[in-house]
């Protein structure tokens, strides 16, 4: 059974540090495209960081560019997103996401076959 479980979501203060984890059961994630999402109430889910299915390269979206960093440990068959300095903005429910294909598009592109439950993070004083 294909399972993804996201966890270390939280209450963080401006200016802090989260690091989100995704751990994949069921299949192997070496070969498959991993996404990180986030959605805000009231507003679409947004791609915030991906491994791509081709070649492994790693995307950032621009709202978290230079502040985040996505890692994998495929000992552990889990993916990691690392973000410094939140902002407000940054308040979502996080989710991983894996397709064992290449996403059309780009991997930023919510167009994933495997999703996790979330993962809430709120970003206030």
């Known amino acids: 059974q294909v399972q993804l479980v996201e966890s270390g979501g939280g209450l963080v203060q401006p200016g802090g540090s989260l690091r989100l984890s995704c751990v994949a059961s069921?299949?192997?994630?070496?070969?498959?495209?991993i996404g990180w999402f986030r959605q805000a109430p009231g507003k679409e889910r947004e791609g915030v960081s991906c491994?791509?299915?081709?070649?492994?390269?790693?995307y950032y979206a621009d709202s978290v560019k230079g502040r985040s960093t996505v890692s994998r440990d495929n000992a552990r068959n889990t993916v990691y997103l690392q973000i410094d300095s939140l902002k407000p903005e940054d308040t979502a429910v996080y989710y991983c996401?894996?397709?064992?294909?290449?996403?059309?598009?780009?991997?930023?592109?919510?167009?994933?076959?495997?999703w996790g439950q979330g993962t809430q993070v709120t970003v206030s004083s």
């Open positions: 996401a894996a397709d064992r294909y290449v996403i059309v598009g780009g991997c930023l592109r919510p167009l994933y076959e495997y």
């Open positions: 069921g299949f192997n994630l070496d070969y498959y495209a």
């Open positions: 491994f791509s299915g081709s070649d492994g390269s790693t």
